[in-house]
């Protein structure tokens, strides 16, 4: 059975960045995060988590572009 695929908002912020971390942790998920670093940074990341620069306005096209919706 495949992972369960996971879009974490803001993951390269600092409240992101725990919770892709546990879900990394979990090993079930594939995690993807979304994150405009406005406020978040690279330094946040964790290895595991596929990270995508964009916005949440562009939540659908980003998802389907990376084939996770």
Request: proline fraction near 0%.
């Amino acid at each position: 059975m495949s992972n369960k695929k996971v879009l974490v908002t803001g993951g390269a912020g600092f409240v992101g960045s725990h919770l892709c971390e546990r879900l990394i942790k979990m090993g079930c998920y594939d995690v993807y995060s979304l994150d405009n670093y406005f406020t978040g940074s690279e330094l946040n990341h964790i290895d595991g988590v596929t990270y995508i620069r964009g916005d949440t306005k562009d939540i659908s096209t980003q998802g389907k572009r990376m084939n996770i919706i």
